[in-house]
């Protein structure tokens, strides 16, 4: 689907998107402070691993929400 097949989100949407960022953001700094603490070098190359893929699951998160951003209908105030 491209964009010009998509549809605009939903205020729901929009807030579990905006949840889910939240929540990988507490992810990422609970296993940053994870890594702070381990001395286990295996253990540190598991938890480096997850905070990239944390960092990328906030990245697309915020990505689906500003390709939808410009589908979003206006509203005069």
């Not at 929400?65 to 509203?75: I, R, V």
């Amino acid at each position: 689907m491209n964009a010009s097949q998509m549809q605009p989100l939903t205020a729901k949407e929009l807030e579990y998107i905006s949840d889910s960022v939240s929540n990988e953001e507490m992810l990422l700094k609970l296993t940053a402070a994870a890594l702070a603490v381990s001395q286990n070098p295996n253990i540190q190359n598991v938890i480096q691993s997850q905070l990239g893929t944390h960092e990328q699951h906030i990245n697309q998160l915020i990505q689906a929400m500003q390709q939808h951003q410009a589908l979003a209908p206006t509203q005069a105030h």
